[in-house]
């Protein structure tokens, strides 16, 4: 079938190449052939018009103009038009048997909706090959359908070969075993097929019978398997649904199992680590820390994996647990204030700081209603003890995780619990509220802080933290990151306080590190602040008078904090290196007028070294500064080998400030540390005094002087940058005005500075890669139609291509248009030619008709005369 | 009331050309111009509503009788007052008075005689008015004059300005004969009078000068305050050993608010009108006004000027001195003696010696190696840095320059960048690379290969010549120790050198200007990566840990 239906195909293809395919057949007319001749060959172009057969092309515009435009002709006077209304007679995209079938289907509808609506019993009998296939149907087994089903995909050489080998011969298979096996004489076909159909059948009947057996004996186990299956007691699902389709009611046994299966196991914890392993921890966590540090110092773009520091997180204080031994306490004091003070050192289970919160609410909703009711009281604190024995379970897991985030907080809180004895802090307990709101301006801050001791306003500060922990309520964040700010300009106004409360300071900078750490973008942001606002001040004297003074304590002591807060060592940090440039105009543009600008000098040059500690970074302000103060100490101003720069001058009020020529000073001074509340402003000092403070500064100078020589021993050019230090301190050493310890460490570092090496190797340059030459790529222009202008852009050529094409078109049309015309009046003419040349026939007809009919007539006159 | 008396006296020829030839004759009009009456010509107690008032009436009797002229000694007794308020109004009325007589021509035109001897003479009554009136009105110009130094401000501006319009008015009626037709005249005696109260050497009038400023416009005003300022510069050490530091201020605000227009074209804004100007004047020829331009300039630069005003002058002198001189080289005394004094002072006449080198083929011997003597670490820390590094990159650009001396350039700025803030060496690495790259034979000084290792540096740093510094021989390392710059963006620059150094010129305009408060803006807005990192250290108090130098240096109590 297939075959044939192929041959058709190529055949019904093959026949319409004929009349035109002129070029497909191998020896064309050459009188037919027009050859269009080309004037240059061009590479690479297509060409498909260099052979035409005109004759050809016009016969099939003729033809399939007879075939359309000449039958529209001939019907265009008539109104009514012949149609088929058979389904689908005019629509080729269905195949005959499928049109044959839909008409079939058709009929049937059409039948049944109209005669068989009432008909219900009478129902069409189906057949195939005339056998009715309901009798089918009824005989067939489903055993045999199997067999069937067994037989359909089968599909062997033999058999095909005896289907469809067509009457040619024998088998090949017979053939070849022919000339081995002589004796037997050649089958008929006939014979052989006999035999093939009789071994078939009796194969199928064997494997039937087979088949059958299996049956029996899978039916008996079944009956023999549900005898017992009663007995068996039901071990695994497995053996169920391996044994039997249908499932047993679940009991209740089954379900509580089940349930029990599914329900959450308690899973063993991690066991507690032992000391050694947090220590490990811990060791590890500052190693990580450090790594990271030392990339931020280098510079170097921070790797794709690297996460965020792990301290960052401050979850560790979110989640609120805290083991503190104190706020349980608060608690059950608080209550024990609202009845009698019963149990003031109540027990030290951990509390959180969450339920103080909670407690307080309750407590201050429902003192109002009930407050001689005792119930209200113990059920508040039932429920506190409830919510305690649920606490830390819930935030067990949590702490668990953030295990190594809790360092800091480790770190600090034996520090505090060694400063604050217990009495102390129970004695401040005993006067300070428990619940703070975040002070909303720095003044409502003042006013909480003020006038407290030093514990008390640390306790404050850390209430405050408390009781509005991130954890507890939504808007806290925000509140606690404003505390930063607020505490920091505290710090400012007690550092420009007279006389400076450093000591408060000193205390209040730990509060301030653990809300930097929470709150690392907001605390970032007010340091920013107070730098910037310290920077415009000097800024506007700069402009106005060319130098500033001394800014006051404050802002040396923001400088300083900013430098605990954040790492200093980093190439770049967005709070840090402003701070830098603060410090270097500190140390640039105010020039030094007082033994109080001195220290203050100093302590900016401590806290810029400092600052520079870990990453030995090179300052030249500092060594220009530590000359000055040098200067000012050295007594004969011959100015050799070195000169002063801006804030210094070599001659003038102030440049032999630092200079003491009293010898009984000098034998009397002791050399001991400077307090810092000299910076924030010097008393009144007998000339004694001043003398010693002098000798200090020289001292503290000198250490400086020291520090930097170690510092930078490793720079290249250290002993150009040492030079002018070098020449002061050899100038000092030789006119023995300070006492013999300042000597002695003058001489230190001039050897200290002499034993530096100079290594002076030249420098090189990286080698770089060369530069690779210029090439000439060519520019590739993407070719849409030949002999066309190929510039403009990429729509500019699109459009041009429509363009070209619609006119194509168009000039096609207009062609065509033009034919179709043409051969309408050829065909009309043709009628008229036609129909003119019928009745000039006609007409002779009837000439010749009257001609013979005179004639007879004539004639028969003739013959009356003749008679 | 004598008042009362002197008024009826000249009602009878009050007005016009009528009455002219009446008082012509020795009548009473003589008679009446005698008594110089200083009696209750008004009320000193009342207000100064009354005062105006009063000297409103005095004016108007004046103007319209010569009878009553006699009250312009009240109004002139007024402006001799100590009361400010009544100064003013009495300002107000001469400027009135004079104005209106100066318009009417009621002054005698020509050289003044002295009062007594036309008064006792036997001229006309009409003569010997206006001689007297002349004489009232040279007074009150004196007196103003006077006014320019008084205490209060209002008084000073109302007295110049008042000068000012008896100065327009002069020159449109003049008082002196024209020589010939068409004679330019211009009160020159007046405006020497008002200049010369300008250049007080008592105090410092800046702000007088400022109002003044504004008739420096006119191109006249200009003209004759050019050659006025400079005859009074002239005579300023005239017998004096010691000029006071305001005269030089005073001085320098005047001159340097004199500025020439730039392009040549007809000069016709004047502040005195004219009906026509003829081209034979000196005053409309811009060249006239360069003359005298260079003539002032001279002759004040010839002094020894404080410091002070002489760095004054250095920083305009490129841009509004040297342009307008009809022959610039003249300033090289001056500038040459500038770039000797060293200092601040030399950098600044770098900028005028440049353009006389530039434009006006000044020949300048030793020029780089003074320049190179200029380069010392308070460069990096003056007022004018960004305008001498300018300069410098000007000087330098050239790439003509021997290699040794752009190395010693390059070595000996590398050498200053130790000691520099950080806005400056931000300025000036870059300008090192630049020397760099101009000069591809100083690039051994950042990269030698196969170079011997020495023991010591061998640029010599106190050698002046930059010839014999040696640099060609050194590298430079300090570019190399300013890599561990505290500064990420100095160490950026700094690091520069590790590489080639790339073939475009880094320029440095941009950053010449720039200040350490810019820099620390420009780093508060910098957005970092998302986080802020923190110190992990956990803090231990104000002054840190024990190792910390605070705490070694410095104790809280």
């Known amino acids: 079938m297939g075959k044939t239906r192929s041959a058709a195909r190529g055949k019904a293809s093959a026949a319409p190449a004929g009349p035109w395919g002129g070029r497909a057949r191998p020896n064309p007319n050459p009188f037919e052939v027009k050859v269009n001749r080309q004037k240059f060959q061009v590479l690479g172009r297509k060409t498909r018009h260099e052979v035409g057969l005109p004759g050809v092309s016009r016969a099939r515009a003729l033809q399939k103009r007879t075939q359309t435009l000449l039958k529209e002709y001939k019907e265009r006077d008539k109104s009514s038009v012949f149609r088929d209304k058979r389904f689908g007679e005019y629509d080729s995209s269905i195949s005959p048997e499928e049109k044959m079938m839909k008409r079939f289907a058709l009929e049937q509808q059409r039948q049944h909706e109209k005669k068989n609506i009432y008909n219900l019993n009478e129902d069409e009998e189906l057949t195939h090959y005339g056998q009715s296939l309901a009798d089918i149907e009824k005989h067939n087994d489903i055993v045999d359908s199997d067999s069937d089903a067994e037989d359909r995909g089968v599909l062997s050489a033999e058999l095909t070969a005896t289907h469809f080998g067509g009457g040619g011969g024998r088998l090949p298979g017979k053939a070849t075993q022919q000339p081995g096996g002589g004796e037997e004489p050649p089958k008929s076909r006939r014979e052989l097929i006999e035999e093939l159909i009789a071994r078939s059948k009796q194969e199928k009947r064997e494997r039937q019978a087979q088949r059958e057996d299996a049956l029996e004996l899978t039916e008996k186990l079944d009956q023999d398997w549900k005898e017992i299956q009663a007995l068996l007691a039901r071990k695994t699902p497995k053996s169920e649904s391996g044994g039997g389709k249908e499932k047993p009611e679940p009991d209740a046994y089954d379900m509580m199992v089940r349930e029990l299966g599914f329900e959450m196991k308690a899973q063993p914890s991690n066991r507690m680590k032992t000391e050694e392993e947090l220590a490990r921890e811990e060791q590890e966590r500052l190693r990580r820390l450090e790594a990271e540090r030392l990339r931020r110092m280098l510079g170097r773009e921070e790797d794709a994996h690297s996460k965020r520091p792990k301290h960052l997180s401050a979850d560790d204080l979110n989640d609120g647990f805290v083991l503190d031994t104190d706020d349980r306490r608060l608690l059950s004091y608080k209550d024990g204030k609202m009845n009698v003070e019963e149990e003031p050192s109540g027990d030290t289970s951990g509390g959180e700081s969450g339920e103080e919160e909670e407690e307080g609410e309750g407590w201050s909703e429902g003192a109002p209603e009930d407050s001689d009711s005792p119930d209200s009281h113990s059920d508040l604190e039932s429920d506190a003890g409830s919510e305690d024995a649920r606490g830390p379970d819930g935030l067990e897991s949590d702490a668990e995780g953030e295990d190594a985030s809790e360092g800091p907080q480790r770190g600090q809180r034996p520090s505090l619990g060694e400063r604050l004895t217990r009495d102390d802090r129970a004695a401040a307990r005993a006067e300070l509220p428990y619940t703070f709101a975040v002070p909303e301006s720095c003044e409502e801050l003042k006013s909480l802080l003020l006038g407290k001791s030093t514990e008390d306003q640390l306790l404050v500060v850390e209430r405050i933290q408390k009781c509005n922990h991130p954890s507890l309520a939504v808007g806290n964040k925000a509140k606690l990151e404003k505390l930063f700010s607020f505490l920091l300009e505290y710090i400012g106004d007690l550092a420009a306080s007279d006389p400076p409360e450093l000591g408060v300071i000193d205390k209040l900078v730990l509060p301030l590190y653990n809300l930097c750490q929470m709150f690392p973008e907001s605390a970032s942001d007010a340091v920013k602040f107070v730098l910037r606002d310290a920077m415009h001040e000097m800024e506007g004297t700069v402009e106005t008078t060319g130098r500033a003074a001394f800014p006051g304590l404050d802002v040396l002591i923001y400088l300083k904090i900013a430098g605990m807060l954040f790492p200093t060592s980093d190439f770049w940090h967005p709070v840090i290196t402003p701070a830098l440039l603060c410090l270097s105009q500190l140390l640039t543009k105010c020039p030094v007028q007082s033994l109080q600008d001195v220290v203050k000098g100093l302590f900016v040059c401590c806290v810029f070294l400092d600052y520079v500690s870990l990453s030995q970074r090179f300052i030249p302000e500092l060594i220009n500064f530590l000359t000055g103060i040098l200067h000012m100490a050295t007594p004969n101003k011959q100015s050799q080998g070195y000169t002063l720069v801006h804030p210094f001058r070599a001659h003038g009020k102030n440049s032999e400030l630092l200079l003491v020529s009293d010898e009984e000073d000098m034998a009397t001074w002791q050399r001991r540390s400077l307090p810092l509340q000299w910076a924030g402003g010097l008393k009144a000092q007998t000339e004694t005094e001043a003398n010693h403070t002098r000798l200090s500064c020289l001292a503290v100078c000198l250490a400086l002087v020291r520090r930097c020589v170690v510092a930078y021993g490793p720079l290249p050019s250290f002993h150009d940058i040492t030079q002018p230090l070098r020449a002061l301190l050899t100038e000092h050493l030789s006119t023995r005005c300070c006492p013999p310890t300042l000597q002695d460490l003058s001489r230190s570092i001039l050897t200290e500075v002499e034993s530096q090496p100079r290594h002076c190797r030249p420098l090189v340059c990286e080698k770089s890669k060369p530069v690779p030459l210029k090439l000439f790529t060519p520019r590739l222009v993407k070719v849409l139609e030949f002999g066309r202008k190929q510039g403009g852009t990429k729509e500019e050529q699109e459009r041009r291509r429509l363009i070209h094409k619609h006119k194509r078109e168009f000039k096609g049309a207009v062609r065509e248009i033009r034919r179709d015309n043409q051969f309408l009046a050829r065909m009309r003419l043709s009628e008229i030619m036609e129909r003119d040349a019928e009745r000039k026939r006609k007409v002779k007809q009837l000439f010749n008709s009257l001609a013979t009919q005179e004639g007879e007539w004539k004639a028969l006159k003739r013959k009356k005369f003749k008679k | ?557």
């Open chain 2, 1 to 557: 009331m004598p008042a009362t008396e002197r008024l009826s006296c000249p009602a009878r020829r009050d007005d016009g050309g009528a009455g002219r030839d009446v008082r012509g004759a020795p009548g009473g009009g003589a008679t009446s111009l005698v008594f110089p009456a200083w009696g209750g010509g008004m009320e000193r107690d009342a207000g100064p509503g009354d005062a105006r008032r009063a000297l409103g009436h005095l004016v108007e009797a004046v103007l319209a009788s010569r009878g009553e002229a006699n009250a312009v000694f009240d109004i002139l007794a007024v402006l001799q007052s100590e009361d400010q308020e009544e100064i003013q109004e009495a300002v107000h009325a001469c400027s009135r008075l004079f104005g209106a007589l100066l318009a009417r021509g009621e002054l005698f035109v020509g050289p003044l005689p002295s009062e007594e001897m036309v008064l006792t003479g036997s001229r006309g009554a009409t003569i010997k008015y206006k001689v007297w009136m002349r004489h009232r009105y040279q007074s009150c110009c004196n007196r103003l004059g006077e006014l320019l130094a008084h205490p209060s401000f209002q008084v000073k501006e109302l007295a110049l300005s008042t000068l000012m319009k008896f100065v327009q008015l002069e020159g449109e009626h003049p008082l002196e004969q024209p020589k010939w037709e068409g004679n330019y005249l211009f009160p020159h005696q007046l405006f020497r009078l008002v200049v010369g109260g300008l250049l007080s050497p008592e105090e410092d009038r800046s702000l007088l000068l400022s109002q003044f400023r504004e008739y420096l416009e006119h191109d006249d005003i200009r003209y004759h305050t050019m050659q006025a300022a400079s005859d009074t510069v002239a005579r300023a050490t005239d017998g004096r050993p010691e000029v006071p530091l305001a005269f030089w201020n005073n001085a320098f605000m005047l001159l340097s608010s004199v500025s020439l227009p730039r392009q040549e074209g007809t000069l016709s804004s004047f502040y005195v009108k004219h009906t026509e100007l003829s081209d034979k004047w000196k005053v409309v020829h811009l060249k006239e006004h360069r003359k005298a331009f260079q003539q002032m300039w001279l002759r004040f630069l010839k002094h020894q000027l404080p410091l002070r005003v002489c760095k004054k002058v250095l920083v305009i002198m490129h841009d509004s001195i040297l342009p307008h001189l009809a022959q610039p080289s003249l300033m090289i005394d001056f500038l040459t003696r500038a770039y000797d004094i060293g200092g601040a002072v030399s950098l600044l006449a770098l900028n005028g010696l440049f353009i006389l080198i530039h434009k006006h083929n000044l020949e300048y011997p030793d020029f780089y190696r003074k320049l190179y003597g200029l380069l010392d670490p308070s460069v990096f820390h003056v007022k004018y840095r960004a305008r001498f590094f300018h300069l410098a990159d000007l000087f330098l650009s050239s790439s003509h320059l021997p290699a040794y001396l752009v190395a010693a350039f390059a070595k000996r700025l590398a050498r200053l960048a130790l000691t520099a803030p950080p806005e400056a060496l931000l300025m000036v690495l870059p300008f090192i690379c630049n020397l760099l790259r101009r000069h591809p034979a100083c690039r051994v000084l950042v990269h030698r290969p196969r170079g011997p290792e020495l023991d010591a540096d061998p640029y010599d740093p106190t050698e002046e010549d930059p010839a014999q510094s040696r640099a060609l021989e050194s590298s430079l390392w300090e570019l190399q120790a300013l890599q561990q710059h505290y500064h990420p963006e100095v160490s950026k620059a700094a690091s520069a050198i590790n590489q080639a150094l790339s073939v475009p010129e880094v320029s440095i305009a941009p950053l010449l200007e720039i200040t350490a408060f810019e820099i620390f803006e420009r780093d508060l807005k910098k957005k970092g990566p998302e986080s802020v990192p923190l110190e992990f250290i956990p803090a231990r108090g104000l002054l840190g840990r024990r190792e910390d130098l605070c705490a070694q240096h410095f104790t809280l109590s």
